[in-house]
Nanobody, 123 residues
Framework: QVQLVQSGGGAVQPGGSLRLSCGASERTARTNAMAWFRQTGGKEREFVSGIAWDDDKTLTTDSVKGRFFTPVNYAINTIYLEMNRLKPEDTAVYYC????????????????WGQGTLVTVSS
């Protein structure tokens, strides 16, 4: 069974940067697409950014485009969320997820999930 293990997170000041990591136990057709979601206030998880291993194409939500990036390390089946110029509204629990096929924005379409990590942006 696929496992996703996250690391990173913490508290930062507005304008600061933070890097999250998500390592997959294996890379198969079941984990071709990997993505980051975030959740605040008990609401549904919101898509942030994702990448497909097979074509290296990315999809990023407009609210973080130009600030957040999703580099990958194929050798260790790991994706990262590089967050820059952080804002208080970026505060959330961040989750990584994986699914077959392409990156999509619907959280219900992902089969595997990391444990989540809290990012707090405040003065």
């Amino acid at each position: 069974q696929v496992q996703l293990v996250q690391s990173g997170g913490g508290a930062v000041q507005p304008g600061g940067s933070l890097r999250l990591s998500c390592g997959a136990s294996e890379r198969t057709a079941r984990t071709n697409a990997m993505a980051w979601f975030r959740q605040t206030g008990g609401k549904e998880r919101e898509f942030v950014s994702g990448i497909a291993w097979d074509d290296d194409k990315t999809l990023t939500t407009d609210s973080v485009k130009g600030r957040f990036f999703t580099p990958v390390n194929y050798a260790i089946n790991t994706i990262y969320l590089e967050m820059n110029r952080l804002k208080p509204e970026d505060t959330a629990v961040y989750y990584c997820a994986a699914r077959p096929g392409k990156v999509v924005v619907q959280d219900g379409e992902y089969e595997y999930w990391g444990q989540g990590t809290l990012v707090t942006v405040s003065s």
